[in-house]
């Protein structure tokens, strides 16, 4: 069962008094109640998670299928970042998941660029990151960091069981799962406002790109518009280093491109 007081009893001392934390049955999507909060002001963050999401969403509007009881919905509020590091948040949030997963279950995901976890060639979760905007002001102010983790096989359409998966487990402690995984990015979002983005290295370590053959589609709509290549590294912003046959080699980025391993 999600329960606040256990979710609060995981945080780092230092992080309780902080965070605003609210846990609900069924919610539209943990990201839109999570971009509505006004946090009151001793509270610095906030964390929104739901037993259940009628319209779970992923990058490029793709539904994250989101049953009650089966996988953990969670958003994340926090301070942005500063604005030549903001594409960092959603490589952060990776490892910061995959961690925690790894601590919390000992299972460990793996990577793939730029915002899905991986278990034996399944995905079992992904991270959507939003941008919260002060209107006053015109600037980011916070970003909602979504993070939807699998936990059992329910859900999953039995067409897409040979690319979706999850952790298969069924009596996990979610509360457990969640304050580790907020404990962990606070602390990478404070590293990298510290100009310390040593976390990058551990995404690197978690890639399961780096090395592979992969499709480069162009553009995410049309996907006639695509060349092979090898992921070779993901550099400091981010952005996955190809390299094409003809001894080209360029950094992508998320946002203009998508691939596929062969
Ligand atoms: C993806 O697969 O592209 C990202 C999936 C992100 C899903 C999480 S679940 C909690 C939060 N609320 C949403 O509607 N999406 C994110």
């Not at 009893?9 to 999507?29: G, H």
């Not at 963050?45 to 779970?56: E, F, K, R």
């Not at 979504?146 to 040979?162: F, K, L, Q």
């Not at 590293?191 to 551990?202: A, P």
């Amino acid at each position: 069962m999600l329960n606040k007081r256990s979710i609060e009893k995981n945080l780092l001392q230092n992080l309780a008094a902080q965070t605003e934390i609210k846990v609900f049955d069924n919610v539209s999507s943990t990201n839109d109640i999570a971009k509505t909060i006004e946090l009151s002001p001793e509270k610095v963050y906030a964390i929104i998670t739901a037993d259940h999401q009628s319209q779970g969403r992923g990058r490029m509007n793709r539904q994250f299928i989101s049953p009650p009881a089966a996988g953990i919905y969670l958003s994340l509020l926090l301070p942005a970042l500063p604005l030549d590091k903001l594409l960092l948040a959603t490589p952060a949030a990776a490892v910061a998941a995959a961690e925690a997963v790894a601590e919390t279950t000992g299972i460990f995901p793996s990577i793939k660029w730029v915002n899905d976890l991986y278990i034996d060639k399944k995905k079992i979760g992904g991270i959507l990151t939003e941008a919260v905007t002060n209107y006053k002001t015109g600037q980011i102010s916070h970003l909602v960091v979504g993070i939807g983790i699998n936990c059992t096989d329910a859900g999953i359409p039995s067409d897409e069981r040979n690319q979706i998966g999850s952790l298969n487990i069924s009596h996990l402690d979610r509360n457990m799962l969640i304050a580790a995984v907020f404990n962990k990015l606070v602390a990478i979002f404070d590293s990298i406002k510290k100009d310390d983005i040593s976390f990058m290295d551990k995404y690197r370590n978690l890639s399961n790109l780096i090395g592979k053959k992969v499709t480069v589609y162009r553009s995410h709509m049309d996907q006639s518009c695509c060349l092979d290549a090898t992921a070779v590294d993901i550099d400091c912003s981010g952005n996955l280093v190809v390299e094409f046959a003809d001894g080209t080699v360029e950094h992508l980025s998320s946002g203009e491109v998508s691939v596929r391993e062969i």
